[in-house]
C-alpha cells in the first residue's frame, strides 16, 4: 500500500539502513539547540522573576518547568540555561527547544513537540510476518515518536532479517505528517535474497576430515532438501557458536590443546553466498591416566561413589564425560545432605606422554542460597506455570543438579522453543539468582490429517488442541479420527495443576467404533467417560486414579463367527477404577536416551455395571546410551485379567500383534477358534512380551531426521483357565512367538513416517504374520 501527502524522509540525510553496512547517523538528535537570545554578562547571574512557556500542545506547562535546572528566584547562569535546554531534549518530548531571557527577568522557553504515532505500518515485509515486526519494535501507536527510538527499531527489524539469512535487507523509515501533531510511521522494508553458505572449509586439520568436522557445526552449507531449515543460511553469531561447538567437538575427542585460530566469512564473488573458512590448531589427543577421588567430607562411602564415575584409564579425554560424572557425583552427594558440596576436577597434564591424570575432590563449598527466581522471556506462559517446575524456591540451599533437573522439568512442558537456566551472583555473597530465560512456541493445534496405517488402512483426521489454555499450561482438546476399520471422537480437558497443587486433574468423553470383521468376525462400539486425578508420592514416583463409565456394544457378528463370540452379542455397562503407578527415572520424558520407567497398572470393574474383572499390567523399559546417538532400550510388559465368577469379555481381553509384536498382524497370536476356516481371535488372559530395539544415526544430514533401528520382539498371549470352547478347533498354546528385523522412522516436514520389514522367526501354523509395516502421518 503506498501512503501520499507531506512524506518526510527521518534525518534529513535519510535513515535507510543495510544489514550489511549501517551509515552513521547526524549526531543532533532533535534539531539545533538555540541559547538563550539574551545571555548574562559574563561574572553576573540575572534574577528569574518570571518562566513563561510557550509552544506546549498535549504537555502542561509545569511539567515543562519540572525539567528545567532553573527555577523562579533563582538566577540564571549561562550553564544553566544550557544544562536547561539539555534535559529538555534528553526527555525525548521535543524535537525542538529555545530559551530567551529578557532583561527583566522573564525566561521564556519555546518548545516544538516531538508528534504522536497514529499509526505504525511495514510495507515489503513477506518472509516476516508484521505480528512478529511489531514485537521487536519499540515504538507503538500512541507513543511519542522521537528519531532515536526509530534509529534503534531500525536496528532491530534488520538484527531480525540478520537472523533469517537476509543480509542485504534495507529499511527506510518514514513519516506522513497528519493535523494535531501527528504522524504514521512506515518501515519500508527490502528484503532482499538470503544469504547462503556456499562451502565451509577447514584448515589445520588432520586428525578428522571436513565432513565430520561440518556435522559438529551449527552452520550447514545450503542444500535442496534444507528448505524448512533455516540453518544453511549464514548468520555471524552462529558462527561464534560454531567455534564452542568446534572447541567441545574435540575436547570429547581429547585433544585438550585444541585451538580456533581464526574464523572467517567472505562474500561470494556473486555476493549471493558465504565462503566460511575454520583455521584450527589440533594438537595430539590425550589418554586418561589415574583416575581418583578424594573428598574432605565425613562419613562419605568414597566406593560407592566411584561407581557413579563414567570415564576410565586408558580411555580418551572427553569433557562431555567428565562434566557426566561431576553432576552425579554431586547429585549422589546431595543425596547425602551434603547441599553445599563442590565436585572440582583437577588434571594433570604430561605433555610428553600425552597422558592426563583426573582427581575428583570433593569439598564442602560456602554455603549458597537461591536470594531470586527471574523468569524472562514468556509473553503468553505465566510465570507460575514455570515456577511449579522448579526444584528450588526462594530460600533454598542452592544445588546444581536440581537447577539442572528444574531446566529439564520446563523443557518436557512442550510450551517453548528454547529454554535455558544460568545463575548469577546474588546481593550478598551467601546468595546467588536464577534467571531462566524461556521462548514461548505456538502450542495451539487446528490439525487436519491424512495417512495410512497396515492395521487400519487409509485415515483422517481432525482435531482442535490448546496445550497452553490461556497461558495457565491447561490441556484442551477436540479430535475426529476416521479410517476404514475405526471411527473416533474425543473431548479431553486436563488441569496440570488443580487446587494450585501437584494434582494433575482432567477428564474425557469419547465414542469409539470400530470394524473387527477381519480378525474376530464383529463390530464394536464404545461410549465412555472418566475422570482422572494424578499426584506425586515422590521426585520420581507418581499415582493416577481414574474412574470410567464405559457403554460397549458388540454388533454385526458374522453367522460362521465362533461360538463364543456369539456369545458376546449384545450391549454391557462397564464401571471401573483404574491406578496407574509410573516410577521414572528416565533423562527425558520426550526423547529419552538414558535411564529407565516402570509403569504398574490395576483396573477394577464391578462397581456397578455388567462387567467384573481385575486386570493388571506391568510395563518398563531401560534405555542405554551405547554410542553417540545410539541408543538400545529394553522393554517388557506382563498382564493378567481374571473375571469375579464369570468369564472375561472380549472387549476387555489382551490382544498382542501389529505394534505390540512385530511380524504378527494385530491380533494375530494367541487364543483362536478355527471353526469354519474363519481364524478369530479370542484374546487372553494372560499376557508377556519383551522388546530389544537399538536405534542409531544412518550417517544422513541430521536435519533429514531420520534414523535407523534393528528389533527383536517377542511375546506370549494365551488364556490360563478352561475356556468355554473346549473343542478341536480351539486353539490355546503357551508357546513363545518371536519377530525380529530392521526399520527406519523419518520426522519429515509432513508428519513421522515409519517403515518396518520384520519376520516371524517363532510361530505356530494358524498365526497371521505380516513381513511389512508401513504408518504414515500429516497434517497440514
Known amino acids: 500500500m503506498k ?36 545571555q548574562p554578562e559574563p561574572g553576573k547571574a540575572t534574577l528569574i522573576r518570571e518562566i513563561k512557556i510557550e509552544g506546549v500542545q498535549r504537555i502542561e506547562p509545569d511539567t515543562v518547568r519540572s525539567y528545567l535546572v532553573v527555577a523562579k528566584g533563582e538566577r540564571a547562569t549561562s ?28 525566561l521564556t522557553v519555546t ?21 512478529d515486526l511489531e514485537k521487536e519494535v519499540q515504538l507503538k501507536v500512541r507513543q511519542v515518536y522521537s528519531k532515536t527510538k526509530v534509529k534503534n527499531d531500525v536496528q532491530r527489524i534488520l538484527d531480525v532479517y540478520r537472523r533469517s539469512g537476509r543480509l542485504a535487507a534495507l529499511v527506510e523509515p518514514k513519516i506522513i505528517t497528519l493535523e494535531q501533531n501527528r504522524v ?134 572427553s569433557v562431555e564425560k567428565v562434566e557426566k560424572s561431576i553432576a552425579q557425583i554431586t547429585s549422589s552427594i546431595a543425596d547425602l545432605q551434603y547441599g553445599f558440596a563442590q565436585v572440582q576436577p583437577k588434571l594433570n597434564q604430561d605433555h610428553e606422554k600425552h597422558v592426563i591424570d583426573i582427581n575428583f575432590v570433593i569439598n564442602q563449598g560456602p554455603r549458597v542460597f537461591v536470594q531470586r527466581i527471574n523468569i524472562n522471556g514468556n509473553t503468553r506462559t505465566l510465570d507460575r506455570v514455570i515456577r511449579r517446575q522448579m526444584k528450588l524456591t526462594e530460600g ?58 497396515s492395521t487400519d488402512g487409509a485415515l483422517a483426521d481432525f482435531s482442535i488442541r490448546e496445550k497452553n489454555l490461556l497461558g495457565k499450561g491447561q490441556d484442551l482438546r477436540f479430535g475426529v479420527q476416521a479410517s476404514q476399520k475405526t471411527q473416533n471422537y474425543d473431548i479431553s480437558f486436563t488441569e496440570p495443576y488443580f487446587l494450585e497443587r501437584d494434582l494433575a486433574a482432567g477428564s474425557d468423553l469419547f465414542r469409539v467404533t470400530s470394524n473387527d470383521q477381519t480378525y474376530s468376525s464383529y463390530n464394536e462400539a464404545r461410549n465412555g467417560i472418566d475422570f482422572r486425578l494424578g499426584y506425586p508420592l515422590s521426585e520420581s514416583l507418581r499415582q493416577k486414579l481414574t474412574y470410567g463409565l464405559t457403554q460397549t456394544s458388540i454388533t454385526n457378528i458374522a453367522s460362521t463367527a465362533s461360538r463364543f463370540i456369539q456369545d458376546q452379542a449384545g450391549t454391557t455397562l462397564t464401571s471401573s477404577v483404574s491406578s496407574e503407578l509410573l516410577y521414572d527415572k ?11 520407567y516402570i509403569k504398574l497398572n490395576d483396573d477394577v470393574a464391578g462397581l456397578g455395571g455388567d462387567a467384573h474383572y481385575l486386570r493388571t499390567r506391568l510395563a518398563s523399559t531401560y534405555y542405554i546410551p551405547v554410542h553417540d546417538k545410539w541408543v538400545l ?11 469375579f ?89 503357551h508357546a513363545i512367538r518371536m519377530g525380529a528385523g530392521a526399520g527406519l522412522t523419518w520426522q519429515s516436514p509432513f508428519g513421522p513416517i515409519g517403515v518396518d520389514l520384520a519376520q516371524a522367526v517363532l510361530k505356530q501354523s494358524y498365526d497371521q504374520t505380516e513381513i511389512f509395516r508401513f504408518s504414515f502421518g500429516t497434517h497440514f
Not at 578428522?208 to 549464514?234: G, I, P, V
Not at 537456566?421 to 534467571?435: F, I, M, R, Y
Not at 528416565?586 to 529407565?596: A, C
Not at 469354519?676 to 499376557?687: I, P, V
Open 586 to 596: 528416565r533423562d527425558s520424558k520426550l526423547n529419552p536416551t538414558e535411564g529407565y
Open 396 to 453: 533454598d540451599p542452592y544445588v546444581l543438579s536440581n537447577v539442572k533437573k528444574s531446566e529439564q522439568a520446563i523443557r518436557d512442558l512442550g510450551f517453548f522453543d528454547d529454554v535455558k537456566v544460568t545463575t548469577a551472583e546474588g546481593t550478598q555473597p551467601d546468595q546467588s539468582v536464577l534467571n531462566v530465560e524461556v521462548k514461548d512456541k505456538p502450542t495451539g493445534e487446528i490439525s487436519v490429517g491424512a495417512g495410512y496405517s
Open 79 to 106: 550553564a544553566k540555561l544550557n544544562e536547561s535546554l539539555k534535559s529538555l531534549y534528553n526527555t525525548g518530548f521535543f524535537a525542538n527547544a529555545t530559551m530567551r531571557l529578557a532583561k527583566d527577568g522573564v
Open 645 to 733: 465368577g464369570e468369564d472375561v469379555r472380549i472387549e476387555d481381553r489382551f490382544f498382542l500383534g501389529g505394534d505390540t509384536l512385530r511380524g504378527f498382524k494385530f491380533a494375530g497370536v494367541g487364543p483362536r477358534d478355527l471353526t469354519n476356516g474363519n481364524n478369530d481371535a479370542l484374546g487372553g488372559n494372560r499376557l508377556a512380551r519383551t522388546r530389544v530395539e537399538l536405534t542409531f544415526p544412518l550417517g544422513l544430514p541430521e536435519e533429514f531426521g531420520i534414523r535407523g533401528r534393528v528389533f527383536d520382539d517377542a511375546g506370549l498371549l494365551d488364556e490360563s483357565q478352561e475356556h468355554p470352547l473346549p473343542t478341536d478347533n480351539f486353539r490355546n498354546d
Open 184 to 317: 504514521d510511521l512506515v518501515f519500508e522494508i527490502t528484503e532482499g535474497e538470503r544469504t547462503g553458505v556456499r562451502r565451509v572449509h577447514f584448515v589445520g586439520n588432520t586428525h578428522f576430515d571436513e565432513d565430520t568436522l561440518r556435522t559438529a557445526l551449527a552452520t550447514k552449507e545450503t542444500a535442496w532438501w534444507r528448505f524448512f531449515s533455516s540453518t544453511d543460511f549464514y548468520d555471524p553469531d552462529r558462527l561464534n557458536y560454531d567455534k564452542d561447538l568446534l572447541r567441545r567437538f574435540y575436547l570429547n575427542q581429547g585433544y585438550i590443546d585444541f585451538r580456533v585460530l581464526n574464523a572467517h566469512a567472505e562474500l561470494t564473488p556473486d555476493r549471493k553466498d558465504f565462503f566460511i573458512t575454520f583455521t584450527v590448531e589440533e594438537g595430539e589427543p590425550y589418554k586418561l591416566g589415574k583416575i581418583e577421588l578424594t573428598t574432605s567430607l565425613k562419613n562419605v562411602d568414597l566406593e560407592a561413589l566411584r561407581k557413579r564415575i563414567t570415564i576410565k584409564s586408558g580411555d580418551y579425554y
Open 633 to 643: 532400550s529394553l522393554g517388557g510388559e506382563v498382564g493378567y485379567i481374571f473375571g
Open 111 to 131: 518548545v516544538k513537540e516531538n508528534p504522536v504515532i497514529n499509526r505504525l505500518v511495514f510495507e515489503g515485509n513477506n518472509a516476516i510476518s508484521t505480528k
Open 3 to 38: 501512503h501520499y501527502g507531506l512524506c518526510l524522509s527521518l534525518l534529513c540525510a535519510g535513515l535507510s539502513l543495510s544489514a550489511v553496512e549501517n551509515p552513521a547517523y547526524a549526531q543532533a538528535d532533535m534539531g539545533t539547540q538555540e541559547s538563550a537570545a539574551t
